[in-house]
């Protein structure tokens, strides 16, 4: 679709776009291929799925990779799915705050929009953190950099100002660099394996599907020890949810994006489809690499290192640690680019209770929402400062705060999706977009990605994440009492009825300045 959209096509784009109460600001020049790259580059197996790949081996063994993730890229693939047939309908920037809002209400959309930007922000915040330690553990014996917490803070601060500066300078530079990332990340993956299963000692294909227990000691420490091997396997399930996420991205891109309407369903939905596949094969073949496995869960968190040192040659290391590295540099600048987009959106419709207005401006010059890029990076940063540093017990927060990310996120997935199963067919919505799905595959697809919101919930808050049940919940006492005091009186939320038609004559003069004509 980059060459043939027609002028037909971009009238539609904007006219569905000014029907939900908004203008044509941000520039819309994404293609459908930039849409499904900028998901698939948040995803980025290269990222989660090699950082968080011991919650596999440590908890049941080689069946964590083959069988785990599977299960767990289900239950993602649920919730992409639902998600698809709503970003179809209201093809917006404001993503699952504003699905939330007009399904179900203002209170909804408000816990939704900061359930989603807290998650987008501590996200990128453990994105990046996750590159300092892995350029630690490829390169960093190279540049004295033996991965400090002040390394990681200073490394993070450096990187996340980078992606900043691409995403302010237009999205035409962002997608550029996410379209080279998604053929790195395939390109890398293909090579990791085929090297993987090249140099390993031994193809012993049982292991993908025989449950071990190393919990404990055993797998590193990176589980408590137990006996129970169910909740063990419930646990490795955080491996695939914790890498298949960041998908909304295509949709809060949606107003830079030609097609919306098919553009970003197919996006969502083929990012999380490619991603598992490719994934699963790539965690498959490092297991199979794995000289003994008793030895590589005991590893813990360094088991992938590990293996790579043991079976693979030093030059192929390096230019496989160069593209992993790079995929994952990309992946933190494309989580920029839907964090600051979620922001923008948000602030559009006075959501932030300072500062609204600076947040939802845009360059003329770049059609980009400068400001709300540069304080997604401000928050990041601090982020990133405060929980590498602040101790609870001797350890720092930086864990406890990553699960309750994860929470964070899926629970803002799930309210709009909640909410769109039950105005399905009403006046809240009476037609589905042009992607959709039959009526009783649509529910029983979101009743079922629900039901999978309910055991990613048990098993974020289960030891030794115990302390995530109480982040979570203290938030959301907070939320709702701000809420009751403040901001139900504040906050209108998105345009709806009346309020659309009165802001025509406020959304040519928006695009006037921006020097967009349609």
Not at 43 to 56: E, H
Not at 172 to 183: N, V
Request: glycine letters at 10%; hydrophobic letters at 50%; charged letters at 10%.
């Amino acid at each position: 679709m980059a060459d043939d959209y027609t002028d037909h096509q971009k009238k539609e784009d904007v006219k569905v776009l000014h029907g939900m109460g908004y203008a044509q600001e941000l520039s819309r020049s994404m293609s459908r291929f930039s849409n499904f790259a900028i998901s698939f580059s948040i995803i980025c197996i290269l990222s989660g799925g090699i950082n968080s790949f011991a919650q596999a081996t440590s908890s049941v063994g080689g069946a964590g990779a083959g069988i785990g993730w599977i299960a767990g890229c289900i239950v993602s693939g649920m919730f992409a799915l639902s998600m698809a047939q709503i970003a179809s309908a209201f093809p917006t920037a404001g993503g699952l705050y504003h699905w939330g809002s007009i399904l179900g209400n203002r209170f909804w959309g408000w816990l939704t929009a900061w359930l989603n930007l807290l998650g987008l922000i501590t996200v990128l915040g453990a994105i990046n953190i996750g590159t300092a330690y892995f350029f630690a553990g490829s390169f960093g014996g190279n540049f004295g950099f033996t991965g400090t917490d002040w390394q990681i803070v200073g490394f993070v601060a450096v990187i996340t100002v980078i992606q900043a500066i691409f995403n302010h300078i237009g999205i035409k530079a962002t997608t550029f660099l996410t379209d080279i990332s998604g053929y790195i990340i395939f390109a890398t993956t293909a090579v990791l394996v085929v090297a993987c299963l090249y140099y390993a000692p031994a193809l012993d294909f049982s292991r993908l599907w025989t449950f071990t227990n190393y919990s404990g000691e055993a797998g590193g420490g990176v589980f408590p020890q137990s006996d129970n091997l169910g909740y063990l396997f419930l646990l490795c399930l955080l491996l695939p949810v914790y890498t298949i996420t960041g998908y909304d991205a295509s949709a809060h891109t949606s107003e830079e994006t030609k097609g919306a309407a098919m553009s970003v369903p197919r996006g969502i939905v083929t990012s999380v489809l490619w991603s598992s596949l490719a994934g699963w094969v790539m965690l498959c073949a490092i297991v199979l690499a794995i000289p003994d496995m008793n030895a590589g869960a005991a590893q813990g968190w360094g088991v992938f290192f590990g293996t790579m040192d043991a079976v693979l040659p030093s030059g192929l290391k390096t230019v496989l640690y160069v593209g992993i590295l790079i995929a994952q540099l990309l992946c933190g600048l494309a989580t920029v680019t839907s964090a600051s987009r979620m922001l923008f959106a948000f602030s559009r419709d006075d959501g932030m209770p300072l500062g609204s207005k600076a947040l939802a401006t845009v360059s003329p010059s770049f059609r980009t929402p400068v400001t709300a890029i540069w304080t997604a990076t401000v928050l990041c940063i601090l982020y990133v400062l405060l929980a590498l540093n602040i101790k609870l017990e001797g350890t720092s927060i930086y864990v406890i705060v990553v699960n309750s990310t994860l929470v964070f996120l899926f629970l803002s997935f799930t309210i709009p999706l909640v909410a769109g199963l039950f105005a399905y067919g009403t006046p809240k919505w009476p037609n589905p977009g042009p992607w959709a799905m039959s009526t009783g595959l649509y529910k029983l697809v979101t009743v079922l990605s629900v039901v999978g919101m309910g055991i990613i919930l048990f098993i974020a808050v289960a030891p030794p994440n115990e302390r995530v049940l109480w982040v979570v919940l203290g938030f959301i006492v907070l939320a709702i009492v701000f809420w009751i005091l403040v901001e139900n009186r504040r906050f209108k939320g998105p345009p709806v009825g009346d309020e659309i038609a009165r802001r025509q004559a406020a959304i040519r003069e928006a695009e006037k300045a921006v020097g967009e004509a349609v």
